[in-house]
């Protein structure tokens, strides 16, 4: 089977939203020699793309979503030896976090797997966290960019005081909001540098574009 083949079976096991088949194609595509990266940007990340693609235009629910993430996990989880310790595979690194006061993370956790993915190296704090710790883990790892998701409008004030923090320690990481509490009006207000809209594809791409690795 040729590498285009094997890449396009862990496509197709991501889109049917199977574990064990896209456990399968992984490990046969690492037996045959593809390169590590490849099977994550070529084919996990391609899977879980067309996912969420149709996903937008309302051809599958979230539920679809998760599971094909799941799967992504499974198949990642198989190549994840295989990159340890080369950082400069990565592109680009991302510090990612709910801020204080918001408990959710389904939307985060889905856009931290397509930026692995995609290429980021993903460092993700959680939920509940605190405006400070965002910027002091941007300043330890040296992130290109801050991410954070919000549902609950009542905690913007963290969200901007991240903003705020960021400019008066003069980081280099620029800032990337999203979640159905935000809008690119919020950006501005708030002084982030981009919003990445309530989806992982579109946060994603906004993502690449905002750190210069956008097509």
């Known amino acids: 089977m040729s590498e285009k083949e094997l890449l396009g079976r862990i496509r197709q096991a991501i889109v049917s939203m199977s574990v064990s088949e896209t456990e399968a194609a992984t490990r046969e595509a690492l037996q045959a020699g593809v390169d590590p990266l490849r099977i994550i940007t070529s084919g996990l990340a391609a899977g879980l793309t067309e996912v969420g693609d149709m996903w937008i235009r309302r051809e599958r629910f979230i539920s679809h979503v998760l ?49 692995r993915a995609g290429g980021f190296k993903v460092y993700d704090l959680g939920v509940d966290v605190e405006p400070r710790m965002f910027i002091d883990k941007a300043r330890e790892v040296n992130a290109d960019l801050i991410g ?68």
């Open 67 to 115: 599971m094909a993430a799941k799967a992504l996990n499974a198949g990642q989880a198989l190549v994840e030896q295989k990159l340890a310790g080369k950082e400069g595979h990565y592109k680009a690194t991302v510090v990612l976090g709910t801020p204080k006061g918001d408990l959710h993370d389904i939307g985060k956790n889905l856009v931290g797997m397509m930026m």
């Open 148 to 215: 954070m998701s919000l549902i609950m409008s009542i905690c913007l004030d963290k969200m901007e005081e991240v903003c705020k923090l960021a400019k008066a320690a003069g980081i280099k990481a620029k800032i990337l909001i999203g979640g159905p509490a935000t809008s690119e009006k919020v950006a501005l207000r708030i002084g982030a540098d981009a919003y990445g809209g309530f989806d992982a594809p579109t946060a994603v791409h906004a993502a690449k574009k905002l750190v210069g690795l956008a097509a």
